[in-house]
């Protein structure tokens, strides 16, 4: 789907989630990693404030992936 | 470590006054057996005998369970379960062989199966061989998910151990032993083979998909080794509800053909080092961690090979190829061995995951696979339970009772240890 968006709509994606090798060997360019299967947007081990803190940065940060200019796939890291 | 598996025949299963193997019949007291294994939470319980040939579908099935007992060193069986912590592997242990404890009931989690006692669909699963007490329980109303589950893994323990138990005086028709000393030990008696370590990736991902060694949640565990005889004896088993096809099965582990092929080739052209009952994690730290650390213990055993089985599929893909990259890169040869998603018409990508050191593949078998069984005259479960499971549709039942399937909604059809007798050709 990540694929197919960027090439049929020219929209950029960026695609969180948690096994980055996943994300790479399917073609996403933009991958902010996912905290883990299942709750990749979140830490709801954290409590609901630290959750929140979590959601939070991971959002930003894909936010931030969204406006890179990329030439190659790039994983963007804490 | 030496261990005797005092194998009783059982080629049939009857309801009987006394819980016995008489002339390779398995007797059962139907009344007894359900008070063995009573349970609060599982307030409505009923046991019924399916048998090879016979046209019964069984359906949710959860575990499949072989029964056994210590007849010496140790007592019960599944040490943290039926038995105390007591290490295993060493001493008698009674098997009653062709029989199995079959778990069924309301569904406890997606990804469960079916077992066919004849026709097509019996041909993929290996229980459809074996003389099965299925015990199908139903929970009392608002049980969490997560205790059902529990409470129905440790039914089903407790009635193969139960059976087992209520057979040890019977006699052994066949005596398998196994026996082989420490790594160290035989590293100094096979000094020219080569030192081949086996790497049992085990799903352990909460949510309903756990394993456990030694009684204990493997989830949190950093990589341990177990002497082969331990795997043989009752030290894993399965909390599994991960897609049937593909899930390790209490019975699947103490059978694990990878270990016995391995054992039958110890001293002879290879040495066996061990069993890795390997993590596979949610997060990724936590593939990287458990591949990192196998090849450690593979290293500091003096491995120059590995064999490594996968449990699941799509994201256990990736603790695949961690393991076969991490390994190949430290020196050690790999061959995995795993199914394949291909879709239903076998052209899609088989793994989630890829890596070009994963260079000797076996395949037990594309999961998507589309097949046809008939109607069974007889269900035991819930034949609708099949829009519930990992493979089936809402379609997929039809009113006369036949269903059009993937072949992973049937137990151990695509079996990662290769119990089954899926190939390029029927063997």
Known sequence: MTREIEKAAGIPVVQIATIIPIMLTVGANRIVPGVAIPHPVGDPAKGAEGDLQVRRELLLRALGAMETELTDQKVFEK | MRLELHRVKVRDIQWGEATEVRQGTLYVNREEALKAVEDSRLPLMELDIARPGESVRIIPVKDCIEPRVKLTEGKGYFPGFCAPVQPVGSGATLVLDGAAVVTCGPIVGFQEGFIDMSGPGGEYTPFSRTFNLVLTASPVEGLDRHQHEEALRTAGLKLAVWLAQSCSEAKADEITLFEKGTASEEGQKHPGLPAILYVCMCITQGLLHDTYVYGTDLKPSLPTLLHPNEVLDGAVVSGNCVSSCDKNTSYHHVNNPVVR???????????????????????????????????????????????????????????????????????????????????????????????????????????????????MDKVIGDPAAISLLSGGAAESLRPDGSMHVELQSVIGSTVEIGYSRVGCEWI
């Open chain 2, 261 to 375: 092929a391995l054992y039958a080739r110890h001293g002879k052209d290879l040495n066996f080092l061990g069993v890795i009952p390997a993590v596979e994690s949610t997060v990724m730290d936590g593939k990287l961690r458990s591949a990192a650390m196998n090849v450690r213990l593979g290293r500091e055993l003096g491995a120059d090979g590995v064999v490594i089985s996968e449990e699941g599929y799509g994201n256990p893909d990736t603790d695949l190829c961690l393991n076969a990259r991490f390994f190949e890169q430290a020196g050690i040869k790999t061959v995995v061995i795993s199914d394949e998603a291909a879709g239903t018409d076998g052209a899609s990508q088989s793994l989630a995951d890829a890596t070009p050191e994963m260079n000797a593949f076996i395949s037990t078998g594309n999961v998507n696979e589309m097949i046809e069984v008939p109607p």
